[in-house]
């Protein structure tokens, strides 16, 4: 039976239910009227199931709908023309909204998955997501052009490629990265993320092999050096090979033969000899200097690591500066925070930097109204150790910092040139960075990152 109005029809159910139990009533106390009581039982029970069948007609819907949502099953729809009035149009055309809406959301997901997946499959990184049992989730092309391992389907695969590069992997830290050469023609530089999805969690590696970038920079170090080697020996042999040569010129004019087997100098041409002699000896000696600067550069020490307190550190460089800086007037900061922890590096290359960093910082404040050296020390992303050193000096103009971690490359009148490279070269052993960043006439700041 249908109705214009749901409400109507809970009406006219309730009449019905009404006048059947009041005849069903009056026939009970009739004599011989039992299968009247009977039939109007059964009309009764009818009815009161026809109503609450109309009633939860409503509920199916709303529980139709929100299976449909929670299962992301969105091939239901519902009917604008339902025959229990207007507000249940009204209910289901807002069903079929939120349905077509959910559709619209999901299919944009999907279009950005596939996007994502091609984006993830066309370029040169080699991308891989692995969970917490080793599981692979997502590998991409490159990956396995990259790596040449059939059938990847475990993290633990890539111990056919280099053992030592799985426990590499399976030990890095997220957000830490590493390069190692793994064959002969692949050198891999490996970064490491992590995220959690479905309660799970999940490693990303991407992979690049950047033997050819390394041999590019390679050969551009040894030009760059060349360049230097050339130079400073050029300065060092061109007046070395004018004097020798003007010193024969001066033997072969001026010495005169006074008595046979006796020679003859005049004082002039002595002093010009000795003059000349010693200039030979002391470019000599800055050649000689030279190189052994070079061979500090090219044998820097393999670092010892171990564990100990950076304040600690910090505290006896500033010992072994004590009296320098009372004597300049410079005033020096300690702050560490938080206090007592502690780094994993070689201790003894450490302050070497450190002390290197501190020499710099004075030359820097000789000029300066404002004397203070600050050290700051803490935890990057309340993880990662980092040490600074700040000073208020005279700065780094920007066309000089760009190159001061050049070898042999100096700013000041004396100096070799070599100290700061060799800093970033032992931060580099860490696995660390050396960065500076210089306001000129306003503050200097380098920055160990570990």
């Known amino acids: 039976m249908a109705f214009k109005s749901f409400s109507f029809g809970i009406f006219v159910r309730v009449v019905l239910i009404v006048l059947t139990a009041i005849i069903g009533g ?38 139709l709908f929100l299976e449909s949502i929670r299962y992301s099953d969105f091939s239901s729809s519902f009917s604008k023309d339902s025959d229990l009035g207007q507000s249940f149009e009204e209910l289901n055309r807002s069903f079929n909204e939120v349905i077509e809406a959910f559709k619209k959301t999901r299919a944009d997901k999907e279009q950005q998955m596939i996007f994502l997946q091609i984006m993830i499959q066309h370029i040169n990184t080699g991308i891989i997501s692995f969970d917490s049992k080793g599981r692979i989730g997502v590998i991409n092309g490159s990956a396995k ?4 391992i059939p059938q ?21 830290q997220p957000g830490s990265s590493f ?6 023609d692949i050198h891999l530089n490996v970064q490491s993320a992590a995220f959690v999805m479905d309660g799970n969690n999940w490693t990303l590696l991407s992979f690049q092999n950047i033997k050819e970038e390394l041999q590019k920079n390679e050969l551009e170090a040894w030009q760059n050096l060349t360049k230097v080697l050339r130079h400073e020996i050029m300065n060092s042999m061109t007046p070395i090979a004018s004097l020798a040569s003007s010193l024969g010129v001066i033997l072969e004019e ?21 003059e000349g002699l010693e200039t030979i000896s002391k470019r000599s000696m800055g050649l000689v200097d030279f190189v052994n600067a070079y061979r500090d550069y090219t044998n820097t020490p393999t670092p010892v690591f171990s564990k100990f307190p950076i304040k600690q550190l910090l505290e006896d460089v500033g010992i072994l500066f004590r009296e320098e800086l009372k004597k300049s007037d410079i005033i020096l900061k300690i702050n560490v ?14 302050q070497m930097i450190l002390i290197n960093l501190i020499k710099n910082a004075m030359e820097a404040l000789t000029n300066s109204n404002e004397k203070i050296i600050e050290i700051k020390a803490g935890l990057e992303s309340g993880t990662r150790p980092f040490i600074q050193v700040i000073d208020s000096g005279e700065g780094i103009v920007p066309e000089a910092l760009e190159r ?33 960043i210089s306001h000129p006439d306003k503050f200097t700041m380098f920055t160990l990152s570990f």
């Open 337 to 350: 925070s938080p206090e007592g922890f502690y780094l994993h590096a070689d201790r003894e290359l450490i």
């Open 26 to 63: 009056f026939a009970f106390y009739a004599d011989d009227a039992f299968i009247q009581v009977l039939l109007c039982a059964i009309i009764l029970l009818i009815l009161t199931l026809n109503l609450i069948g109309y009633v939860s007609k409503t509920n199916r819907k709303i529980s």
């Open 179 to 184: 390069t190692m050469k793994v064959r002969p």
């Open 152 to 172: 990847f389907k475990d993290i633990h695969d890539l111990g056919k490629l280099s053992k030592e590069l799985l426990r590499t992997v399976l030990s890095l």
């Open 404 to 436: 001061i971690f050049v070898p042999f490359f100096t700013t000041k009148k004396t100096g070799s040139g070599i100290g700061l490279a060799i800093s970033r070269q032992i931060m580099h052993l860490h696995k660390g960075r050396l960065e500076v």
């Open 254 to 274: 001026d010495l005169v033969e006074s008595t046979p087997g006796e020679l003859y100098l005049n004082r002039e041409s002595y002093l010009d000899l000795s």
């Open 145 to 148: 052009q990259l790596l040449q």
